[in-house]
């Protein structure tokens, strides 16, 4: 309603744009026009309100092409603290999978882990509307994999992907346009001091242990550990 109250067009077929992401489409290359000409219909009120633009979006395929393959996964446009309180909960009410059980290839960054929580818990509550269903309070999107596919992790973390090895793993907080791609846990790397043949001190000297690289502090949340760096 915010934005039907600016009468703008090019703000209207913007945001008519992130509803189709949310619906698990995108909006077809070469076809502003006919996005443009969309708009201004709900901009003048001819066309009707949110619900009826939802019903027209859900109706519309000459320029949108929604994805069968579309999954209920972490949105990288929201704030890491976000999505860590998204996941919390949906750990908390998940009874078909465990939190305690996230792949090593996705306990790593909490995106990929909300990606691996969110997909499995939308179909676990057998989930049928994308807007209302995958919103974990705005944290997730009903991504097509055109948009998935972009982001490191989420085809393998996501439900019907190919990570499956069970650990638990710290997990990094990116802010969100900054991921990167896995690191690997410091190694502990041991540290022998060798000392010349007759010249062994009466005490013989330790041999010590130093970690290779410093960790920030530590956090669990849904069975997950989050490092917060």
């Known amino acids: 309603s915010e934005i039907l109250a600016q009468s703008n067009v090019p703000k209207m077929a913007g945001f008519i744009e992130r509803l189709v992401h949310h619906m698990g489409g ?5 076809v502003d026009d006919a996005l443009q000409t969309f708009a201004q219909g709900f ?14 979006l859900g109706s519309q395929s000459t320029w949108i092409d929604y994805d069968s393959h579309a999954k209920c996964v972490a949105s990288r446009s929201v704030q890491p603290s976000t999505i860590e309180q ?13 939190c305690n059980d996230i792949p090593s ?4 960054n909490i995106y990929r882990v909300a990606d691996y929580v969110f997909s499995r818990f939308y ?11 995958c919103s974990f309070h705005g944290a997730a999107v009903f ?5 998935y596919s972009k982001w490191t992790g989420t085809s393998h973390c996501a439900e019907g ?8 793993a710290s997990t990094t907080a990116w802010a969100p346009g900054t991921e990167p791609g896995t690191t690997a846990a410091p190694a502990t790397m041991p540290i022998t001091t060798t000392v010349a043949p007759g010249t062994e001190p009466a005490t013989p000297i330790a041999t010590t242990t130093e970690a290779a690289g410093n960790t920030g502090g530590v956090a669990s949340h849904g069975g997950c550990v989050a490092s917060r760096e």
């Open 43 to 56: 901009v003048d009120g001819r066309s009707g309100g949110f619900e009826d633009l939802v019903s027209a």
């Open 26 to 30: 995108v909006v077809n290359p070469g």
């Open 161 to 168: 992907g190919v990570a499956t090895a069970t650990t638990r």
């Open 86 to 98: 998204a996941t919390d909960w949906a750990c908390s009410q998940a009874t078909s999978f465990s």
């Open 105 to 108: 290839q996705c306990a790593g």
């Open 123 to 133: 179909n676990e509550v057998g989930a049928t509307n994308p807007l209302t269903d």
């Open 143 to 147: 991504a097509s994999s055109v948009l």
